[in-house]
C-alpha cells in the first residue's frame, strides 16, 4: 500500500511539472509566465509549510521541536517568495538589487541544521532542551553574522554587484552543503521512520542545491526569469520536501527515538560554538591587516565583530550558567542517591541480622518453654502447701515470679522472631497514638516530664496490627523518657503528618541524645544499665515497622535529643472505606 501511495505520488507529482513545463515554453518571458511561476511556488510552498505545521501540532517532545523548526525555516521561504510575488506580479516591476529577501532566504536554511541536529531519534534528557535551544540561537546569530561580515557591506555599505552576488552565492552554497551533510549523517545513523524521513530530506535538500545553482547561473548569464524552465527542480524540490513531511503521518511507522550509542555527536555542538568564537578575533585581524576594501566597509565589517562577540559571549555565559545549574542539580541527585543506597544498605543488613538472629531465638524460645511451663506448675503447686511457713512461701512466690517474667521475656522473642504473622487491619493512627501517649501520662506523673502529641486532621488509615503498632510506638516513648528522665527532664513530641502517600510519626525528645545512631536498631545493643531492658526492645520495633511495609530511621536533633521517625503507606480512601464496610 506504502509502495501505490509513492507511486500515485511521483506520478501526479510528474505530470503536474510536464503541464508546468508546457506552459512555460508556451508563455516565454512574458508577466503572464511571471504570474504562473511565482504564485505555484508560492502555493506549492505554503502547502509544505501548512504540512510540516500540522506534524507539529500532532506530535509530542522532540518530534514536535523538531517539525516546528521545519516549519520556521518553511515559512521564512513562504516569505522570500511572497515577496518576490509581491514585486513582480502585484506591482509588476522586476525584483530590486539589492533585494531585502535575500537575507530571508539566506537565514531559511538555519532552523532546518537546528531540527537536524536536535536529533530527534535519539533520547535525550528533558534538561538538555534548554542547550539545544541555546545551540540554534547561536547557529542562527552566527550565520546572521557571516552575512554582515561577507555579504551586507558589498550590498548596502558600498554597492558593488559583482562581489556581493558573487560572495552571496558561494556562501549559500556552502550553507546547503552544510545542510546535506548533517541530513546525510543523520540518515545514516537513524533507524526505522526517522531514517526514511531524513532520506527523503536530503534527496529533496540535494535537488534543491542543485536547481538553486542552477538557477544562480542563468541569473548570471542573464537568462533567468520567473516561470523558466529553470523552476523545474526548484518544484520537484519542494515537492519532495511536502511528501517527506506526508512520510512522518504514515501508519505503521516507529517514530520512538532510541538511546544514543555514542557520545562523540554530543560534544560536537560545543567544539562548533568554540570554533565560532575563535573565528571572530581572527576575521578581525585579516579586516585590520589585510582585507583591501575601502574604511567604511572594513569599519563596518569590525562593528560587526564586535557586536557578535558581545552578543556570543553573552550567549556562551547563560550557557555555562545553565550547565552550572544542571551540574548542580547532578550532584544534589548523586548526594540523594548515596544516601540513599546507604539507607538501602543498612537495612539489608538489618533485615538479614534480623532473620538470623530470628531463626536462632526462635528455636531457643521453643525449648526454653517446656522447663519454664513445669517450673510454673510445681511453683503453683508447692504454694498451695499448708505446710510451708512464711519464708518458704515468700521464696515459691519469688520463684513464681521470676518464672512468669521469663515467659513474657520468651513471648517477646517470639513475638521478635515473628514465627506467627498477626492480622492487620485498617488502623486510626491519630487515635493509636494517643492511647500511647496517655499510657505513658501515668508514668511521668510527677516528674519533670512533659509530653505533647500533635496530629493533622482527617489522615487517612493504615493496614496494621493494632497490638504490634502500639508495642512499637510504646517502645519508642518508654525509651524517650527514660532518657529524659536521665537528664532531669524535659519534653517529648509525638506528632503525626500525611506527605503524599505516606503517614509520618515523628517522635522527638528533649534528652541527650543517641550515643551510636547506626547501633541503635542492633539485637542486644543498649544504653541502659544492667538489669533494665533487653536490647531487643528497638530491634522488634525495626521488625514491626519492616512487616508493615514502612521504614524506621533515627538521628540526633541538632540542638538537643534525639529524633525517631516511623513511615508507613497510607490506604487509599476507596481501599478503606470497602475494608470497613
Known sequence: MEGLKRHWWAAGTGALLFAYAVVSMWLGNSQQAFVVGDVTALAWMSVTAVAMVINAKRLQGQARLFWSLMASGFMLWVINQGLWTWYEVLLRKPIPDPFIGDVILFVHLVPFMAAVALRPHRRRDEHKLYFSTLSFLMLLLWWVFLYAFIIFPDEYISMNVEAYSRSYDLLYLTENLLLLAVLGSASVRAQKGWRRVY????????????GSESMNAA????????????DIPFLASISWFLWATLVARAPGQDFEPVPAAKRGLQRLAPRLAMVAMLSLPVMGFWAIYFDISPWPLRKFRLLVILVALLSLGTFVFLKQFLLDRELIRL??????????????????????????LGQLVSGAAHEINNPLTAILG???????????????????????????????LVADLLRFAQ??????????????????????????????????????????????????????????????????????????????TRDGDSLFIKFLDSGPGLRDPKRVFDPFYTTKPIGKGTGLGLSATYGVVQDHGGQISCFNNPDRGAVFIVRLPALPAMTAAATNA
Not at 532520506?199 to 535538500?205: H, I, P, Y
Not at 541569473?219 to 529553470?230: K, W
Open 419 to 496: 514465627q506467627a504473622p498477626a492480622e492487620k487491619s485498617p488502623l486510626d493512627l491519630s487515635m493509636l497514638l494517643q492511647r500511647v501517649v496517655h499510657t505513658q501520662m501515668i508514668k511521668v506523673e510527677g516528674k519533670k516530664i512533659e509530653i505533647k502529641f500533635v496530629t493533622e486532621p482527617n489522615l487517612p488509615r493504615v493496614m496494621g496490627n493494632a497490638n504490634q503498632l502500639f508495642t512499637a510506638c510504646l517502645q519508642i516513648v518508654d525509651n524517650a523518657i527514660d532518657a529524659i528522665e536521665e537528664d532531669g527532664g524535659g519534653k517529648l513530641v509525638v506528632s503525626l
Open 331 to 356: 550532584l544534589d541527585d548523586s548526594n540523594n542517591s548515596f544516601e540513599n543506597l546507604q539507607r538501602l544498605q543498612t537495612q539489608v543488613v538489618q533485615q538479614e541480622k534480623l532473620a538470623s
Open 199 to 210: 532520506w527523503n530530506l536530503f534527496l529533496a535538500s540535494s535537488l534543491y542545491t542543485l
Open 378 to 408: 510445681y511453683s503453683e503447686l508447692l504454694s498451695s502447701q499448708a505446710t510451708l511457713d512464711e519464708s518458704q512461701r515468700s521464696m515459691v512466690v519469688k520463684i513464681r515470679q521470676q518464672a512468669r517474667r521469663t515467659r513474657d
Open 219 to 230: 541569473i548570471t548569464r542573464g537568462q533567468y526569469y520567473s516561470g523558466s524552465l529553470y
